[in-house]
C-alpha cells in the first residue's frame, strides 16, 4: 500500500522556522522526483519546492520561497524535507508531498500556520 504522510507543521510566529518530513513507503521511493505544494485557503495549489531522484539533484523552488526554504531528501530513510526558515504570514497553507514518476502519488497533508 503506497503512503505519503506528511508531519511537522503547525503554528509559528512570523520569523520562525519549521521542518516539514514526508515518510514514504510502498513504492521505489529512490526512482520517483518528489516535490512540496502548498495550497492557502481559497486559493490554488502552488507547487513549492522539487527535487530529482538523487539527493542533491534538479533542485527548484518557486521565487517566494528562494532563500528561505530548503528541499531535501534521505533515500536510505525513504524520507523527504522541507526546512522552511523566516516564515511569513503568506506562507499559511496545508502542505503536500507528492511522489511524481508516471504515477502521482499524494500525501494528506499537514497544516502550517504563520501567525502572531
Known amino acids: 500500500q503506497v503512503q505519503l504522510v506528511e508531519s511537522g507543521g503547525g503554528l509559528v510566529q512570523p520569523g520562525g522556522s519549521l521542518r516539514l518530513s514526508c515518510a514514504a513507503s510502498?513504492?521505489?521511493?529512490?526512482?520517483?522526483?518528489m516535490r512540496w505544494y502548498r495550497q492557502a485557503p481559497g486559493k490554488e495549489r502552488e507547487l513549492v519546492a522539487s527535487i530529482g531522484t538523487a539527493s542533491s539533484s534538479d533542485i527548484n523552488y518557486v521565487d517566494s520561497v528562494k532563500g528561505r526554504f530548503i528541499i531535501s531528501r534521505d533515500n536510505r530513510k525513504n524520507t523527504l524535507y522541507l526546512q522552511m526558515n523566516a516564515l511569513r504570514p503568506e506562507d499559511t497553507a496545508v502542505y503536500y508531498c507528492?511522489?511524481?514518476?508516471?504515477?502521482?502519488?499524494w500525501g494528506q497533508g499537514t497544516q502550517v500556520t504563520v501567525s502572531s
Open positions: 510502498g513504492f521505489v521511493f529512490s526512482i520517483y522526483a
Open positions: 507528492a511522489a511524481v514518476r508516471v504515477t502521482s502519488y
